[in-house]
């Protein structure tokens, strides 16, 4: 029995990754709100892509794999939805609770699910639409301590990161299928994300990078490539639905650090609504349509 469970045991295995990329991610959110004091929003996306950039051609390079492709016009696409999600998602980062603006983010599968059936032109089951519904009332508990202060624009910003992260799935998914190699795609995204962040910042100033300072950006960078390359292995070579579910670790990681080092007070409705959204998020990438191992169609833009 122990021989006939082993084919299963290594794609749980490899879906562990996944906490190693909510680790990740959390711990960028960290470094992007204090960064946020030093750094516009448009100049911390260009570092962690400009970082993100240079980590992703060099695992190309080590693994021999080419930069050149054929479906520039997909990576192009891709970039340019990556890259506004990734600036909203700053931006969420740099006004609300560190754990408010990963949940919020985190809304994109139930937006990937609605995209999916749009384009499949099928009419939703009910299981989605209580889904979705479920998914949506835990955003409104999320966000009702907001309706009382001046983090509405943030919150809604912040969800709007994760509607627009729908769209870059969206793409990645498409490319996959295209057999393009996930780290390829990574690749792209952050090309597309750092030119992106230089034209916004053509009529600006930039502010100095001194020795105090610089350890911010590197960590964004680095904590950013870190989460996306271990995420894309857990989908590369683990299970979907386990590395679904375990994506949402992203979520946990960020409320602690959220509370040690921010000392982030959530009410118990904030934390009721975080609930909701991750227990709708993973029954949505259940209900999405397709193959269940599609390596890179969760790869997110944290």
């Not at 906490?19 to 959110?29: I, K, Q």
């Not at 985190?106 to 995209?115: C, D, V």
Request: proline share 5%; glycine share 8%; net charge positive.
């Amino acid at each position: 029995m122990a021989e006939a469970r082993r084919p299963g045991a290594r794609p749980r295995l490899q879906s562990l990754w996944m906490l190693v990329a909510g680790l990740s991610f959390a711990t960028m959110g960290i470094f992007v709100k204090h960064a946020a004091a030093q750094f516009s929003v448009a100049e911390l996306v260009f570092y962690r892509s400009a970082i993100q950039l240079v980590i992703v051609w060099a695992v190309l390079a080590r693994a021999g794999v080419s930069v050149r492709t054929t479906r520039f016009g997909m990576h192009a696409h891709r970039g340019v939805a990556g890259f506004v999600s990734l600036f909203t998602f700053f931006y969420a980062l740099t006004t609300l609770p560190v754990a408010t603006a990963m949940t919020l983010n985190y809304t994109s599968p139930l937006f990937l699910a609605l995209l999916l059936t749009v384009l499949a032109r099928e009419r939703p089951g009910r299981g989605l639409v209580a889904t979705i519904a479920l998914g949506f009332a835990g955003v409104v508990l999320l966000l009702r301590p907001a309706l009382h202060g001046d983090l509405l624009w943030p919150g809604i910003v912040g969800l709007a990161s994760g509607a627009i992260s729908s769209i870059a799935y969206w793409n990645v998914r498409a490319l996959v299928r295209a057999r393009e190699p996930e780290a390829r795609v990574v690749f792209y995204f952050a090309l597309f994300a750092a030119l992106g962040s230089l034209v916004w910042m053509a009529p600006q100033a930039w502010h100095p990078v001194r020795l105090d300072n610089a350890w911010l950006l590197a960590g964004v960078g680095a904590c950013g490539a870190a989460g996306q390359l271990a995420m894309t292995r857990a989908y590369g070579q683990g299970s979907t639905l386990v590395a679904a579910a375990l994506s949402y670790s992203g979520i946990v990681f960020s409320s602690v650090l959220g509370i040690v080092v921010f000392d982030d007070a959530l009410p118990l409705v904030a934390w009721s609504g975080m609930a909701l959204i991750v227990a709708a998020g993973i029954i949505a990438v259940q209900l999405q349509p397709g193959p269940r191992r599609e390596p890179a169609s969760q790869i997110t833009n944290d």
